[in-house]
Structures are given as structure tokens and as C-alpha cells.
């Protein structure tokens, strides 16, 4: 599964009188270093991670997840790590077409 990052969000923890310690109040959405619009559709799947820094802050990053596609000749078990899903990854592809032979001695009917 390919993500892709929509936007980074850097959080602070509240004080103990659950006031907020920091706060931003001219926030704006960025990918990278470019400012961007954020939009979150309920029709896709969203990644969201957390990261603990060092100066107590987290950084929330939104990332949408994109499936990869798959051409009929690829087989989608052959990225699957895990032994047990890699079976059932098996059981979902298409099984191979049976190859008709055509025997030479056959009469063909006219």
C-alpha cells in the first residue's frame, strides 16, 4: 500500500489545569514547504501516525493511502510477508486458465 502525505500537524500537551501550553492561531496546512489545501474525503483511507519529539511536542502527519494496481499478470500474494495472509493473498488470485491441447488426430466435423 503507497501513501501519500496530505499534511503534518506539530501538537502540544495541555498544562495540568488542561490549558493549552502553546497554540498557533495562524496555522496553515503545508506538504513539504509549500502551503496547500487539505481534504479528506469519506470515500478514501486515511494513515494517520504519531511521533513523540524530543521537545515534548508530537508531530500528527495525515497521509491518504493509494492502492497499487495490479495488472493480470502480477500476482498480488507476491508482496504479502506474513505466511498465513500470504495464503489467503493466494487464495484471492485468479486461478490460471487450463491450456486446451488440440490433438492433431481429432476429425473436425463439417
Not at 510477508?81 to 493466494?90: D, N, T
Not at 486461478?95 to 481429432?106: F, M, N, R, S, V
Amino acid at each position: 500500500m503507497a501513501l501519500k502525505k496530505i499534511t503534518s500537524i506539530r501538537c502540544f500537551a495541555n498544562d495540568p489545569d488542561k490549558k493549552a501550553t502553546h497554540s498557533n492561531s495562524n496555522w496553515r496546512p503545508y506538504v513539504g514547504k509549500e502551503p496547500c489545501d487539505v481534504v479528506l474525503s469519506k470515500d478514501t483511507r486515511h494513515q494517520i501516525s504519531v511521533f513523540q519529539n524530543e521537545d515534548g511536542s508530537i508531530d500528527v502527519s495525515i497521509s491518504e493511502r493509494i492502492a497499487e494496481d495490479y495488472t493480470s499478470g502480477e500476482s498480488i500474494a507476491a508482496n504479502v510477508r506474513q505466511g498465513g495472509m500470504r495464503k489467503i493473498a493466494e487464495s484471492m488470485e485468479a486461478p490460471a486458465a487450463p491450456k486446451q491441447q488440440i490433438a492433431l488426430d481429432d476429425e473436425i466435423p463439417f
